[in-house]
């Protein structure tokens, strides 16, 4: 059997919040795709970096800090000195942890700034530092990670994460801001929308976490994403921007 075409052959492509769980398996997919990777991280990224070089993959691993404006800006200057380009970008760096609690009055403010700045500060600031390359070099992909929580009430009266979910919904209205702005470059920006992912599991699915109110009757796992991932970096994707596209399994939303 001839074996499978890889449709981001070449591609460069710089991958924030790269170290471990979907950040890792996003770049592990867009390796084996064939892109060459610039993977970022304030943690060490050597295990993912280890992967992707064994899906034969060439790979800068940068420790970068997505809140800082200095650091971006580096980030995608070492990024087109390694490679000679940045074909795209996937905005996943993100902060979840800690942010829950039983009320609103429970949300400390300190963890509000924090969340935003690495959700939406980052987002906003690794897209900034990577468009002067795209428009100058006639094009390029951002895919920014969402989630599908902004899209319905929250499911529970005993905890309450308004800065995560405010956070995802502004990297929506950031998406369909710079729309018009980067199209008349050529450069494509999508957000993704995962909803409900056991980050930790067999990649087939095998163990994933019983629910009864998604479609599949399961939780996602790391490959239910990496697709659309991979879909959104290529060619075939050329004429969808400003879009939301939500990766849930059927998972009722508003």
Known sequence: MAERAKRLQDQVIIVTGAARH??????VRLAEE???LAICDVLDCAETSALCEAAGAEVLSLNVDV????????????????????DGLLNNAGLMTNITGPS???????????????????????????????RDQGGGKIVN?????????????????PHYVASKGAIMAFTRSIVRELGQYNINVNTLAPGGTDQDVDLTGSDATPEESRAFGRRGVPSDLTGTV???????????????????????VS
């Open 230 to 252: 991979a879909y959104l970096f290529s060619s075939d994707a050329d004429f969808v921007t400003g879009q939301l596209i939500a990766v849930n399994g059927g998972k009722e």
């Open 145 to 161: 990670i969402g989630s599908t929580t902004m899209l319905r009430p929250s499911n529970s009266v005993n905890s309450s994460m």
């Open 67 to 86: 809140t800082s404006e200095d650091a971006t800006l580096d980030m995608a200057r070492r990024t087109n000195e390694r490679f000679g380009r940045v």
């Open 34 to 36: 064939g892109a060459k």
């Open 22 to 27: 979907l950040g890792q398996a996003y770049s």
């Open 104 to 134: 609103i009055m429970d949300v400390d403010p300190d963890w509000w700034d924090k969340v935003f700045a690495v959700n939406v500060k980052g987002t906003f600031l690794c897209t900034r530092a990577v468009l002067p390359y795209m």
